[in-house]
């Protein structure tokens, strides 16, 4: 059973940063594309970040693109997420969430494992 745990949440102030991380079992996650969704209040989850298997290929919603930089480290499973330059729009509940296969995607339904997911809050 493939279980992911996000961590690294918090309250920071505009103009600060966090880093996120994602821990990943009963997976390998060499073999997986990873990705980061979130869901502001009120609003549905929408797609953040993705990278591919050896970190080669990336994407980004515009919005987040210069500020955030998705990696992972195979080696001990886990996808992160560092985000800089925060803006109280990135206010949110944070989901990283795993894709069997190669390609990567925006797509949420492609995605078959979820994180239960970790506040963001960056306040003004």
């Known amino acids: 059973q493939v279980r992911l745990v996000e961590s690294g949440g918090g309250l920071v102030q505009a103009g600060g940063s966090l880093r996120l991380s994602c821990a990943a079992s009963g997976v390998t996650v060499s073999s997986n594309v990873l990705g980061w969704f979130r869901q502001a209040p009120w609003k549905e989850r929408e797609f953040v970040a993705v990278?591919?298997?050896?970190?080669?290929?990336?994407d980004y919603t515009d919005s987040v693109k210069g500020r955030f930089t998705i990696s992972r480290d195979n080696a001990k499973n886990t996808v992160y997420l560092q985000m800089n330059s925060l803006k109280p729009e990135d206010t949110a509940v944070y989901y990283c969430a795993a894709r069997a296969g190669w390609r990567t995607t925006r797509r949420q339904p492609d995605f078959g494992s979820w994180g239960q997911g970790t506040q963001v809050t960056v306040s003004s």
């Open positions: 990278i591919g298997w050896y970190g080669d290929s990336t």
